[in-house]
Protein backbone atom coordinates (compact mmCIF):
# COMPACT_ATOMS: atom_id res chain seq x y z
CA UNK A 1 0.00 0.00 0.00
CA UNK A 2 0.77 3.78 -0.49
CA UNK A 3 2.62 5.09 2.66
CA UNK A 4 0.43 8.35 1.89
CA UNK A 5 -2.67 6.57 1.73
CA UNK A 6 -1.48 3.80 5.08
CA UNK A 7 -2.12 5.15 8.31
CA UNK A 8 -4.27 8.45 7.99
CA UNK A 9 -1.68 10.13 6.61
CA UNK A 10 -3.31 11.40 3.39
CA UNK A 11 -5.15 14.21 5.32
CA UNK A 12 -1.10 15.34 6.09
CA UNK A 13 -0.24 15.14 2.99
CA UNK A 14 -3.30 17.27 1.84
CA UNK A 15 -2.74 20.22 4.02
CA UNK A 16 1.31 20.06 3.45
CA UNK A 17 0.22 20.91 -0.42
CA UNK A 18 -1.55 24.34 0.93
CA UNK A 19 1.86 26.26 1.08
CA UNK A 20 2.66 24.83 -2.18
CA UNK A 21 -0.38 26.67 -3.85
CA UNK A 22 0.71 29.82 -2.17
CA UNK A 23 4.18 29.38 -3.08
CA UNK A 24 3.05 28.93 -6.74
CA UNK A 25 0.59 31.68 -6.51
CA UNK A 26 3.55 34.02 -5.18
CA UNK A 27 5.05 32.58 -8.45
CA UNK A 28 2.70 34.15 -10.60
CA UNK A 29 2.05 36.73 -9.05
CA UNK A 30 5.60 37.99 -9.47
CA UNK A 31 6.50 36.42 -12.50
CA UNK A 32 3.99 36.42 -14.01
CA UNK A 33 2.46 39.92 -13.01
CA UNK A 34 -1.09 38.35 -12.71
CA UNK A 35 -3.30 39.11 -10.17
CA UNK A 36 -3.63 37.39 -6.22
CA UNK A 37 -7.03 35.76 -7.52
CA UNK A 38 -6.05 34.85 -10.62
CA UNK A 39 -3.26 32.91 -9.74
CA UNK A 40 -5.04 31.50 -6.70
CA UNK A 41 -7.51 29.78 -9.49
CA UNK A 42 -4.63 28.57 -11.36
CA UNK A 43 -2.87 27.19 -8.30
CA UNK A 44 -5.04 25.31 -6.12
CA UNK A 45 -5.89 23.23 -8.90
CA UNK A 46 -2.63 22.84 -10.72
CA UNK A 47 -1.32 21.59 -7.21
CA UNK A 48 -3.76 19.03 -6.95
CA UNK A 49 -3.34 17.84 -9.81
CA UNK A 50 0.93 17.60 -9.40
CA UNK A 51 0.31 16.04 -5.79
CA UNK A 52 -1.36 12.90 -7.66
CA UNK A 53 1.89 13.33 -10.05
CA UNK A 54 4.23 13.02 -6.94
CA UNK A 55 2.64 10.14 -5.47
CA UNK A 56 3.15 8.47 -8.60
CA UNK A 57 7.27 8.86 -7.79
CA UNK A 58 6.04 6.14 -5.25
CA UNK A 59 6.33 3.16 -7.27
CA UNK A 60 9.55 3.59 -9.48
CA UNK A 61 11.37 4.42 -5.75
CA UNK A 62 10.05 1.29 -4.87
CA UNK A 63 11.40 -0.14 -8.06
CA UNK A 64 14.93 1.10 -8.02
CA UNK A 65 16.48 0.33 -4.51
CA UNK A 66 19.71 1.49 -3.92
CA UNK A 67 21.27 -1.59 -2.71
CA UNK A 68 19.67 -3.57 -5.57
CA UNK A 69 20.01 -0.88 -8.34
CA UNK A 70 23.21 0.71 -10.11
CA UNK A 71 23.15 4.57 -8.40
CA UNK A 72 22.93 6.14 -11.73
CA UNK A 73 20.20 4.36 -13.01
CA UNK A 74 18.51 5.25 -10.22
CA UNK A 75 19.48 9.21 -10.56
CA UNK A 76 18.99 9.36 -14.37
CA UNK A 77 15.57 7.51 -13.90
CA UNK A 78 14.22 10.11 -11.27
CA UNK A 79 15.67 13.08 -12.86
CA UNK A 80 14.03 12.27 -16.41
CA UNK A 81 10.71 11.33 -14.35
CA UNK A 82 11.21 14.68 -12.93
CA UNK A 83 11.97 16.84 -16.03
CA UNK A 84 8.44 15.01 -17.77
CA UNK A 85 6.47 15.47 -14.17
CA UNK A 86 7.49 19.35 -14.17
CA UNK A 87 6.96 19.68 -17.76
CA UNK A 88 3.39 18.56 -17.43
CA UNK A 89 3.07 20.73 -14.60
CA UNK A 90 3.53 23.50 -16.42
CA UNK A 91 1.42 22.83 -19.29
CA UNK A 92 -1.20 22.26 -16.68
CA UNK A 93 -1.22 25.46 -15.37
CA UNK A 94 -1.36 27.20 -18.50
CA UNK A 95 -4.01 24.98 -19.47
CA UNK A 96 -6.32 26.12 -16.58
CA UNK A 97 -5.01 29.51 -17.23
CA UNK A 98 -6.26 29.47 -21.16
CA UNK A 99 -9.38 27.79 -20.05
CA UNK A 100 -10.58 30.33 -17.27
CA UNK A 101 -11.22 33.90 -18.35
CA UNK A 102 -8.59 35.33 -16.68
CA UNK A 103 -6.66 38.44 -18.42
CA UNK A 104 -3.02 38.63 -18.63
CA UNK A 105 -0.67 36.01 -19.47
CA UNK A 106 1.08 33.12 -17.49
CA UNK A 107 3.80 32.52 -20.05
CA UNK A 108 6.49 34.34 -18.05
CA UNK A 109 5.64 32.33 -15.07
CA UNK A 110 6.19 29.40 -16.61
CA UNK A 111 9.95 28.66 -16.24
CA UNK A 112 9.63 29.62 -12.43
CA UNK A 113 6.56 27.04 -12.55
CA UNK A 114 8.86 24.34 -13.71
CA UNK A 115 11.53 24.55 -11.65
CA UNK A 116 9.62 24.79 -8.76
CA UNK A 117 7.87 21.60 -9.98
CA UNK A 118 11.34 19.48 -10.70
CA UNK A 119 12.31 20.70 -7.04
CA UNK A 120 8.91 19.04 -5.48
CA UNK A 121 8.79 15.80 -7.49
CA UNK A 122 12.92 15.68 -6.31
CA UNK A 123 11.89 16.30 -2.79
CA UNK A 124 9.20 13.37 -3.01
CA UNK A 125 11.47 10.70 -4.31
CA UNK A 126 13.67 11.69 -1.75
CA UNK A 127 10.77 11.24 1.28
CA UNK A 128 9.79 8.28 0.25
CA UNK A 129 13.19 6.67 0.00
CA UNK A 130 13.51 7.83 4.00
CA UNK A 131 10.33 5.95 3.89
CA UNK A 132 11.80 2.73 2.34
CA UNK A 133 14.51 2.76 4.37
CA UNK A 134 13.01 3.49 7.81
CA UNK A 135 10.38 0.54 6.92
CA UNK A 136 13.62 -1.64 6.04
CA UNK A 137 14.85 -0.89 9.46
CA UNK A 138 11.97 -1.78 11.62
CA UNK A 139 11.50 -5.13 9.38
CA UNK A 140 15.11 -5.63 10.27
CA UNK A 141 14.62 -5.28 13.49
CA UNK A 142 12.05 -7.78 13.54
CA UNK A 143 13.72 -10.25 12.17
CA UNK A 144 16.44 -9.82 14.66
CA UNK A 145 14.13 -9.72 17.28
CA UNK A 146 12.10 -13.01 15.87
CA UNK A 147 15.82 -14.63 15.56
CA UNK A 148 16.76 -13.87 19.43
CA UNK A 149 13.45 -15.44 20.26
CA UNK A 150 13.66 -18.46 18.01
CA UNK A 151 17.25 -18.88 19.28
CA UNK A 152 16.33 -19.18 22.87
CA UNK A 153 13.57 -21.67 22.68
CA UNK A 154 16.42 -23.69 20.63
CA UNK A 155 18.56 -23.23 23.53
CA UNK A 156 15.83 -23.74 26.13
CA UNK A 157 14.67 -27.36 24.01
CA UNK A 158 18.42 -28.24 24.62
CA UNK A 159 18.97 -27.62 27.70
CA UNK A 160 15.69 -29.49 28.52
CA UNK A 161 16.71 -32.21 26.30
CA UNK A 162 20.62 -32.14 28.28
CA UNK A 163 18.80 -32.54 31.87
CA UNK A 164 16.68 -35.32 32.31
CA UNK A 165 19.08 -37.61 30.79
CA UNK A 166 22.26 -36.19 33.53
CA UNK A 167 19.46 -36.73 36.45
CA UNK A 168 18.70 -40.10 35.24
CA UNK A 169 22.50 -41.42 34.96
CA UNK A 170 23.40 -40.04 38.31
CA UNK A 171 19.98 -41.65 39.73
CA UNK A 172 20.70 -45.24 38.49
CA UNK A 173 24.83 -44.86 39.26
CA UNK A 174 22.94 -44.34 43.40
CA UNK A 175 20.58 -47.84 42.46
CA UNK A 176 23.66 -49.42 41.36
CA UNK A 177 25.42 -48.58 44.61
CA UNK A 178 22.66 -49.59 46.28
CA UNK A 179 21.63 -52.99 45.12
CA UNK A 180 24.51 -54.87 46.43
CA UNK A 181 24.54 -53.06 50.04
CA UNK A 182 20.90 -53.12 50.48
CA UNK A 183 18.34 -54.61 47.57
CA UNK A 184 15.21 -53.41 49.27
CA UNK A 185 16.06 -49.57 49.00
CA UNK A 186 17.25 -49.70 45.55
CA UNK A 187 13.92 -51.13 44.80
CA UNK A 188 12.32 -48.37 46.40
CA UNK A 189 14.39 -45.86 44.65
CA UNK A 190 13.66 -47.67 41.53
CA UNK A 191 9.62 -46.80 42.07
CA UNK A 192 10.39 -43.24 43.64
CA UNK A 193 12.31 -42.58 40.22
CA UNK A 194 9.41 -44.15 37.41
CA UNK A 195 7.10 -41.95 39.70
CA UNK A 196 9.70 -39.05 39.34
CA UNK A 197 10.29 -39.39 35.36
CA UNK A 198 6.66 -40.19 34.82
CA UNK A 199 5.48 -36.54 36.58
CA UNK A 200 7.95 -35.20 34.24
CA UNK A 201 6.59 -36.21 31.14
CA UNK A 202 5.28 -33.56 28.99
CA UNK A 203 7.15 -31.33 31.17
CA UNK A 204 9.79 -29.92 28.37
CA UNK A 205 7.01 -28.86 26.09
CA UNK A 206 6.03 -25.94 28.56
CA UNK A 207 7.95 -22.57 28.46
CA UNK A 208 7.00 -21.81 32.65
CA UNK A 209 5.04 -24.02 35.44
CA UNK A 210 4.23 -22.44 38.88
CA UNK A 211 6.63 -22.49 41.61
CA UNK A 212 4.74 -25.14 43.24
CA UNK A 213 4.94 -27.77 41.05
CA UNK A 214 8.87 -27.33 40.35
CA UNK A 215 9.14 -27.21 44.41
CA UNK A 216 6.78 -30.40 44.27
CA UNK A 217 9.24 -32.28 41.66
CA UNK A 218 12.39 -31.42 43.74
CA UNK A 219 10.81 -32.75 46.53
CA UNK A 220 10.27 -35.81 44.61
CA UNK A 221 13.53 -36.33 43.42
CA UNK A 222 14.50 -35.45 47.29
CA UNK A 223 12.46 -38.44 48.19
CA UNK A 224 14.40 -40.63 45.95
CA UNK A 225 17.77 -39.67 47.42
CA UNK A 226 16.55 -40.21 50.86
CA UNK A 227 15.97 -43.55 50.56
CA UNK A 228 19.73 -43.74 49.49
CA UNK A 229 21.46 -41.55 52.36
CA UNK A 230 18.18 -41.91 55.01
CA UNK A 231 19.90 -40.31 57.96
CA UNK A 232 22.35 -38.31 56.65
CA UNK A 233 19.96 -35.83 54.88
CA UNK A 234 18.26 -33.25 56.38
CA UNK A 235 16.17 -31.02 54.13
CA UNK A 236 14.34 -27.95 55.38
CA UNK A 237 12.70 -25.28 53.37
CA UNK A 238 11.40 -21.94 53.81
CA UNK A 239 9.03 -21.48 51.10
CA UNK A 240 6.37 -18.02 51.30
CA UNK A 241 3.20 -18.49 50.39
CA UNK A 242 3.38 -15.71 47.85
CA UNK A 243 6.18 -18.18 45.32
CA UNK A 244 3.44 -21.00 44.97
CA UNK A 245 1.88 -19.37 41.75
CA UNK A 246 5.58 -17.59 40.45
CA UNK A 247 5.98 -19.01 36.71
CA UNK A 248 9.56 -20.31 36.36
CA UNK A 249 10.92 -22.85 33.88
CA UNK A 250 10.97 -25.91 34.40
CA UNK A 251 13.43 -28.22 36.11
CA UNK A 252 15.13 -25.29 37.09
CA UNK A 253 15.37 -25.86 40.62
CA UNK A 254 15.91 -29.59 40.41
CA UNK A 255 19.36 -29.22 39.17
CA UNK A 256 20.83 -26.79 41.47
CA UNK A 257 19.36 -29.28 44.23
CA UNK A 258 21.13 -32.10 42.70
CA UNK A 259 24.34 -30.70 42.71
CA UNK A 260 23.84 -30.01 46.69
CA UNK A 261 23.52 -33.86 46.80
CA UNK A 262 25.97 -34.66 44.05
CA UNK A 263 28.85 -32.39 44.98
CA UNK A 264 28.25 -31.60 48.99
CA UNK A 265 25.86 -34.31 50.72
CA UNK A 266 27.54 -37.98 48.91
CA UNK A 267 31.06 -36.61 50.30
CA UNK A 268 30.32 -35.69 53.73
CA UNK A 269 31.28 -38.95 56.06
CA UNK A 270 28.29 -36.98 58.69
CA UNK A 271 24.71 -36.42 57.72
CA UNK A 272 24.42 -32.93 55.89
CA UNK A 273 21.95 -30.40 55.44
CA UNK A 274 19.82 -29.06 52.04
CA UNK A 275 17.81 -25.49 52.47
CA UNK A 276 15.71 -24.43 49.88
CA UNK A 277 14.65 -21.04 50.65
CA UNK A 278 12.07 -18.99 48.28
CA UNK A 279 10.12 -15.36 49.06
CA UNK A 280 9.12 -12.08 46.56
CA UNK A 281 10.94 -9.07 47.14
CA UNK A 282 9.08 -5.58 46.90
CA UNK A 283 10.98 -3.03 44.23
CA UNK A 284 13.73 -1.17 45.63
CA UNK A 285 15.40 1.51 43.94
CA UNK A 286 16.24 0.23 40.66
CA UNK A 287 15.76 -2.71 41.04
CA UNK A 288 12.17 -4.11 40.33
CA UNK A 289 9.78 -6.43 42.55
CA UNK A 290 11.57 -9.82 42.17
CA UNK A 291 11.60 -13.61 43.34
CA UNK A 292 14.67 -15.28 45.12
CA UNK A 293 15.17 -18.45 45.69
CA UNK A 294 18.50 -19.68 47.83
CA UNK A 295 19.30 -23.11 47.74
CA UNK A 296 22.07 -23.72 50.59
CA UNK A 297 23.98 -27.32 51.04
CA UNK A 298 26.61 -28.27 53.56
CA UNK A 299 29.59 -30.00 52.09
CA UNK A 300 33.43 -30.91 52.76
CA UNK A 301 35.63 -28.01 51.95
CA UNK A 302 38.82 -30.52 51.60
CA UNK A 303 36.72 -32.86 49.16
CA UNK A 304 37.83 -33.03 45.41
CA UNK A 305 34.14 -32.43 44.66
CA UNK A 306 34.03 -29.02 45.74
CA UNK A 307 36.30 -27.73 43.42
CA UNK A 308 34.21 -29.31 40.77
CA UNK A 309 30.88 -27.16 41.63
CA UNK A 310 31.08 -25.27 38.43
CA UNK A 311 29.48 -28.31 36.43
CA UNK A 312 26.69 -29.22 34.24
CA UNK A 313 23.68 -28.08 36.87
CA UNK A 314 25.13 -24.70 37.61
CA UNK A 315 25.58 -23.74 34.36
CA UNK A 316 22.43 -25.35 32.91
CA UNK A 317 20.58 -23.20 34.92
CA UNK A 318 22.33 -19.78 34.51
CA UNK A 319 21.96 -20.66 30.77
CA UNK A 320 18.29 -21.27 30.97
CA UNK A 321 17.36 -18.18 33.04
CA UNK A 322 19.32 -15.71 30.81
CA UNK A 323 17.43 -17.30 28.03
CA UNK A 324 14.28 -16.83 29.64
CA UNK A 325 14.63 -14.02 31.65
CA UNK A 326 17.16 -11.98 29.81
CA UNK A 327 19.37 -9.36 31.57
CA UNK A 328 16.72 -8.89 34.53
CA UNK A 329 18.26 -12.27 36.08
CA UNK A 330 20.74 -13.34 37.89
CA UNK A 331 22.54 -16.23 39.70
CA UNK A 332 25.23 -15.96 42.21
CA UNK A 333 27.48 -18.91 43.70
CA UNK A 334 29.68 -18.74 46.72
CA UNK A 335 30.66 -21.02 49.36
CA UNK A 336 31.71 -20.27 52.86
CA UNK A 337 32.47 -21.66 56.18
CA UNK A 338 31.91 -25.40 54.68
CA UNK A 339 28.00 -24.31 53.40
CA UNK A 340 28.23 -23.67 48.94
CA UNK A 341 24.91 -21.34 48.79
CA UNK A 342 23.32 -20.74 45.46
CA UNK A 343 21.09 -17.73 44.94
CA UNK A 344 18.68 -16.74 41.76
CA UNK A 345 17.12 -13.55 41.19
CA UNK A 346 14.55 -13.63 38.71
CA UNK A 347 11.64 -10.96 37.60
CA UNK A 348 8.43 -11.27 37.53
CA UNK A 349 7.57 -10.66 34.47
CA UNK A 350 10.09 -12.95 32.18
CA UNK A 351 11.33 -11.58 28.52
CA UNK A 352 9.90 -14.67 26.94
Not at 107 to 124: N, S
Not at 319 to 346: N, P, T, W
Request: hydrophobic fraction near 50%; include cysteine.
Amino acid sequence: MHPVIRGGRLAVYVAAWLPVAYALSWLLVDQGKLTWRVSAAVALPACGVYALFCLSAWYPCRALRPHAEPIARIVITHLASAVVAAALWAGVAAGIFGALPLTGSIAPALPAVFALGLVLYLLAVALYYVVLAVDAARQAEAREAEAYVLAGKAELRALKAQINPHFLYNSLNSISALTSVDPGKAREMCVQLAGFLRSTLGMGEKAAIPFSEELALTRSYLNIERVRFGARLEVEEEIGAECDGFPVPPLLLQPLVENAIVHGIANLVDAGFVRIRAHQTAAEGDRPEEMRIVVENSFDPEGQSSRQRGGFGLASVRKRIQAHYGSGAAIQAAAADAVYRVEMRLPLSGKG
